[in-house]
């Protein structure tokens, strides 16, 4: 299973970007997706997820009204939206995939199996 992460970029605080993470291998749907982020100096949190029949989404509470995270089964590809982007947004961003995944631990890095090699995101004031 490999993921490919892109959309990151240099944006202004306030603007939007869109994360894609392309998936090939395995079988997408059945797949959980999270989104994770690191800033420099910081540890991995997590972002956003997924479930895998698209119906119940988890958002961390520092990005709820500003991130939608969605999925495309048909293109084996999930999507992060982002707006009113702030400079605390500033990191790599990461997308993961695992199955099995129970919503108590959809928060934890350890539940997922695959990772991408992220996406930089920069945003600034």
């Known amino acids: 299973v490999q993921l490919q992460a892109s959309g990151g970029g240099l944006v202004q605080a306030g603007g939007s970007l869109r994360l894609s993470c392309a998936v090939t291998?395995?079988?997408?749907?059945?797949?959980?997706i999270g989104w994770f982020r690191q800033a420099p100096g910081k540890e991995r949190e997590f972002v956003s997820a997924?479930?895998?029949?698209?119906?119940?989404?988890v958002h961390a509470d520092s990005v709820k009204g500003r991130f939608t995270i969605s999925r495309d089964n048909a293109e084996n590809t999930a999507y992060l939206e982002m707006n009113n982007l702030k400079p605390e947004d500033t990191a790599v961003y990461y997308c993961?995939?695992?199955?099995?995944?129970?919503?108590?631990?959809?928060?934890?890095?350890?539940?997922?199996?695959?990772w991408g090699k992220g996406t930089l995101v920069t945003v600034s004031s």
């Open positions: 291998g395995g079988t997408f749907r059945r797949y959980a």
């Open positions: 993961a995939v695992g199955t099995g995944i129970i919503l108590s631990s959809i928060r934890r890095p350890s539940a997922y199996a695959y």
């Open positions: 997924i479930r895998e029949n698209g119906g119940t989404t």
